[in-house]
């Protein structure tokens, strides 16, 4: 067979054989009156469940293929109360109330092709979602969203795509639906149980939505209205108040406000994000009167003296900040230690150590728990540094000591970088991650030979290995 033959049929057998020429998807917004309708009407013919209806900030979105429909979104606003969602946020009640919209729904999702025409495709429609959708809502609402989350019904499918276009699963719903019937519940039984999705829409979203202020773009999401939204459920609410109440009261006069109430106060104000006299003051007034009765308020009177049965009245910044000035602050961070431990349990894996001093009023010593910022062990400090059993590095080695530290990592500042300390946490069984500044020049070059005398670890098998461990997580 000469070479010419061998040409002649590798060419003919080239001109045989189909070849697929692969068209990159598009996604854009929904526009028009008459595009809408073909949505609407495509979605209740594909989708197994008919056309949605979704209040609050909504998207259509459709997914192109050379110019043709393939897939249709909806995007709207997140279920209010998700157990394991808010517990893989780390959000405590009322900071879900002010961020749910920084969290979007994927409401439906509608594949406009026969089972198995085209490959992958619903992964792919989702892995283009996830990466423009924060782009896309930031144009249309003004904010950019942080975290997706999505259900899938388990007697349908098994969420292969999610699974593929890295989404985590978070668990399997008890089957209920809001609703707003008033012949019903709140809440009433559908059923059907689905498995809950989530896909963080930024790198650093988890601590993003827990931090303390939020990138720009993100803040106008950040208006929710949490009046009367509680950090505590009412039994760890009553528990708090009978464990302050026993904190000395160093009050002459002037007690019309009872120090477990007002603690209580306290205490729940910081746990919803306050740093400071003002936010606690302001915690306190968003407090509705079933709240205020709840924790002992004195009942309001009108201007003419006249009492008013069914409201009550909240400490003011004045009558917050002389009463926090003259606390016991020993006395009262050995109780709410104590209720914290009580109410726990056990301490969290990852604990941070730090000190936060408030102009004169306070300095507080904390053990909290570093992936949602709540405390678990708290005493006051009188000055960040120096000599003395008031300093903040003599009280974080004490409460160190007194807690309980097994299976946890205490991180801490360079300021906590003394050997003593890290004693103190070897000593109640957990495990030290130190800041080291140069400031400790001996401590610092050692810690950089020990490093470098350790062989780098395969960049492969790095990323098999963080692939395992997400998948665990």
């Known amino acids: 067979m000469t070479f010419r033959s061998v040409f002649e049929i ?8 189909k070849v697929e020429i692969a068209v990159a998807l598009t996604i854009r917004k929904v526009e028009g009156r008459d595009e809408i309708k073909r949505f609407k ?3 209740g013919e594909y989708h197994y469940m008919g056309e949605t209806h979704s209040g609050g900030d909504t998207m259509r979105l ?3 293929e050379g110019g ?4 249709l979104m909806v995007w709207g606003s997140a279920c209010y109360h998700l157990k394991a969602r808010d517990e893989y946020v780390g959000w405590p009640a009322s900071l879900r109330v002010e961020r749910l919209k920084l969290v979007v729904s994927n409401r439906r999702f509608t594949i406009l092709k026969r089972p198995g025409e085209r490959k992958n495709l619903a992964s792919q429609c989702l892995g283009l979602a996830t990466r423009e959708l924060p782009g896309l809502w930031i144009r249309e609402f003004g904010y950019r969203p942080l975290l997706a989350e999505t259900f899938c019904d388990i007697e349908r499918a098994a969420g292969t795509c999610y699974k593929a276009a890295n989404w985590t699963p978070l668990g399997v719903t008890k089957g209920f639906t809001r609703t707003n019937r008033q012949e019903c519940d709140f809440y009433v039984p559908n059923d059907r149980p689905k498995t809950l999705w989530v896909r963080p829409l930024d790198r650093d979203a988890l601590r993003l939505l827990n931090s303390r202020e939020l990138p720009e ?4 999401g950040a208006m929710g209205d949490a009046d009367g939204v509680m950090p505590l459920n009412v039994g760890a609410r009553e528990s708090l108040y009978e464990a302050l109440r026993h904190v000395k009261d160093h009050r002459d006069r002037n007690r019309s406000f009872p120090i477990g109430g007002i603690l209580s106060i306290v205490v729940m104000a910081m746990m919803s994000g306050a740093n400071s006299v003002k936010a606690i003051s302001r915690f306190a007034k968003r407090l509705t009167m079933a709240q205020r009765r709840e924790l002992c308020m004195p009942h309001a009177k009108s201007a003419a003296g006249v009492v008013a049965k069914h409201e009550y009245r909240v400490p003011g910044y004045v009558t917050l900040y002389d009463f926090l000035k003259g606390l016991d602050l020993d006395d009262f961070g050995r109780k709410l230690s104590a209720w914290m431990a009580a109410e726990d349990g056990t301490l969290p894996r990852q604990l941070a150590l730090d000190g936060k001093f408030v102009k004169d009023v306070m300095g507080v010593v904390s053990v909290v728990n570093a992936e949602t910022g709540a405390p678990v062990a708290v005493a006051v400090a009188s000055n960040k540094e120096g000599e003395g059993d008031k300093c903040e590095l003599a009280v974080g080695r004490r409460l160190l000591r007194e807690s309980d530290l097994t299976n946890a990592l205490v991180s ?3 300021l906590h970088c003394q050997q003593e300390t890290a004693r103190a946490v070897a000593c109640a069984n957990g495990e030290n991650l130190m800041q ?5 020049p001996g401590l610092l070059r050692n810690a950089k030979a020990v490093v470098s005398a350790r062989h780098p670890v395969d960049s492969k098998k790095n990323e098999s290995a963080g692939t395992d461990v997400s998948r665990l997580g």
């Open 436 to 440: 080291i500044k140069a400031n400790q």
């Open 412 to 414: 801490s500042d360079a």
């Open 68 to 71: 043709e429909w393939t897939a």
């Open 217 to 220: 773009d993100c803040r106008r």
């Open 41 to 43: 009407a495509l979605e």
């Open 10 to 17: 590798l060419q003919s057998s080239h001109k045989s054989q």
């Open 62 to 64: 459709v997914i192109e």
